[in-house]
């Protein structure tokens, strides 16, 4: 039980461009989901929280505007990296979890590279 | 600010024990977790203290102490196949389970 499922795995786009990037909780519901941005050999960063039927909370530093939430239902958030450019390129991954003490699982992640 | 520190590298050798240590900063504290990613990977969810001691799951155990902002990951029986990134996260927004993630340690085990 406890799956997340990221789509796609991985993307390249060129700058400029937007990008969607699609978390589905399989096998439970979410009203809540992470949204996380990963460089490469460093650690997990928390962009935003995604609340169904709500607007996104996001992180300090993260701009709104540039990164679109959208949790319409209780299995789907989306980010939508709108005019992308390169140093955007990076591992972006989602979380849920079944209950708000329960532990947080992964989507698989997406791979952006912008050209 | 809000900080989590770990070592950044650790080398053992397959069947021995290794033990990464977590300190921790945050603005408000409602548990540690451990989650494993090997590169390219998913986080997966290795282990979680919400109180003071020790808590075994399989080979892998985890320790918290609130008092001291601490809180160390212990690998027994070492594996190839656990050579990966660990990292520590403390759940800081109470209902929301937000976690903040700390530096991660690469662990290379070795033949």
């Known amino acids: 039980g406890a799956v997340v499922s990221q789509h796609p795995s991985w993307v390249i786009c060129k700058s400029g461009t937007s990008v969607k990037i699609e978390c589905r909780s399989l096998?439970?519901?979410?009203?809540?989901m992470f949204w996380y941005r990963q460089f490469p050999k460093q650690s997990l960063m928390l962009m935003a929280t995604?609340?169904?039927?709500?607007?996104?909370?996001?992180e300090q530093g993260v701009e709104k505007d540039k990164f679109l939430i959208n949790h319409a239902s209780l299995t789907l958030s989306t980010l939508t990296v709108t005019s992308a450019h390169p140093e955007d390129s990076s591992f972006y991954i989602c979380?849920?979890?079944?209950?708000?003490?329960?532990?947080?699982?992964f989507g698989n992640g997406t791979r952006l590279t912008v050209t | 600010g809000q900080s989590l520190e770990q070592p950044s590298e650790v080398t053992a050798v397959e069947g021995a024990i290794v033990q990464i240590n977590c300190t921790y900063q945050?603005?408000?504290?409602?548990?540690l977790s451990w989650y494993q990613q090997h590169d390219g990977g998913a986080p997966t969810f290795l282990s979680y203290?919400?109180?003071?001691g020790l808590e075994e799951t399989g080979r892998f155990s985890s320790f918290l102490s609130r008092s001291d902002s601490y809180g160390y990951l212990l690998l027994q029986e070492l594996q190839m196949k656990d050579s990966a990134s660990y990292f520590c996260?403390?759940?800081?927004?109470?209902?929301?389970?937000?976690?903040?993630f700390g530096t991660g340690t690469l662990l290379a085990v070795q033949p």
């Open positions: 945050t603005s408000g504290f409602y548990g």
């Open positions: 996260a403390v759940r800081y927004g109470g209902a929301t389970n937000k976690l903040i």
């Open positions: 096998d439970f519901q979410a009203t809540t």
């Open positions: 203290n919400a109180l003071d």
């Open positions: 995604s609340n169904e039927g709500s607007k996104a909370t996001y």
């Open positions: 979380s849920a979890s079944q209950g708000s003490y329960s532990p947080l699982h």
